[in-house]
T-cell receptor, first 112, second 113 residues
Framework: DQQVKQNSPSLSVQEGRISILNCDYT??????FLWYKKYPAEGPTFLIS?????DKNEDGRFTVFLNKSAKHLSLHIVPSQPGDSAVYFC???????????FGQGTRLTINP | EAQVTQNPRYLITVTGKKLTVTCSQN?????MSWYRQDPGLGLRQIYY???????DKGDVPEGYKVSRKEKRNFPLILESPSPNQTSLYFC????????????FGQGTRLTVV
């Protein structure tokens, strides 16, 4: 039972354009969402998060949008840069729970 | 430098031979956890610890043990490894609450033959 789903295993975007990574979830009890970025041979690094009481959070080139009615969140990267090429994981936490539930990951490739 | 350190980075072992993967953090974090990453499944939590001597099961604890005798260390023990435990393992630490998995280690790639 995959409670957090990233349906696109890979995404290719041209440098300078917008990258949009999507994530869907099924558990309405999730109240905090995070995005992690992972380079090969390294551990995931935290990128940006959003609480369920908000619908948008922005940090520089990265913006996360949350649509609770659709149980959908997305990560926008503008403008995309070659260093953004990595695997991106979305994750969700249920209030009071001590674990993150991760999606399968999306491999983003930024082409020059 | 704030970091989570795992050892070893790579390990090939045989079925049934006990092994330990170490994890250490230098940030005085109370919360530590172990995850495994498998293709198509993302990261799944194995065990977590909210403080010294406090541990609990995650989603996939079967075949694993942990201990938390000191705040900085959280070793993962495989008493009798099997091939289905071949995976990429990550240790994480954080201050707790919403952002418990603040930092991840670099990963340990384990192959059980």
């Amino acid at each position: 039972d995959q409670q957090v789903k990233q349906n696109s295993p890979s995404l290719s975007v041209q440098e300078g354009r917008i990258s949009i990574l999507n994530c869907d979830y099924t558990n309405s009890m999730f109240d905090y969402f995070l995005w992690y970025k992972k380079y090969p041979a390294e551990g995931p690094t935290f990128l940006i998060s959003i609480s369920s009481i908000k619908d948008k959070n922005e940090d520089g080139r990265f913006t996360v949008f949350l649509n609770k009615s659709a149980k959908h969140l997305s990560l926008h990267i503008v403008p995309s840069q070659p260093g953004d090429s990595a695997v991106y994981f979305c994750a969700a936490r249920r209030k009071g729970a001590q674990k993150l539930v991760f999606g399968q990951g999306t491999r983003l490739t930024i082409n020059p | 430098e704030a970091q989570v350190t795992q050892n070893p980075r790579y390990l090939i072992t045989v079925t049934g031979k006990k092994l330990t993967v170490t994890c250490s953090q230098n940030m005085n974090h109370e919360y530590m956890s172990w995850y495994r990453q498998d293709p198509g499944l993302g990261l799944r939590q194995i065990y977590y610890s909210m403080n010294v001597e406090v541990t609990d099961k995650g989603d996939v604890p079967e075949g694993y043990k942990v201990s938390r005798k000191e705040k900085r260390n959280f070793p993962l023990i495989l008493e009798s490894p099997s091939p289905n435990q071949t995976s990429l393992y990550f240790c994480a630490s954080g201050a707790g609450g919403f952002f418990s998995e603040a930092f991840f280690g670099q990963g340990t790639r384990l192959t059980v033959v």
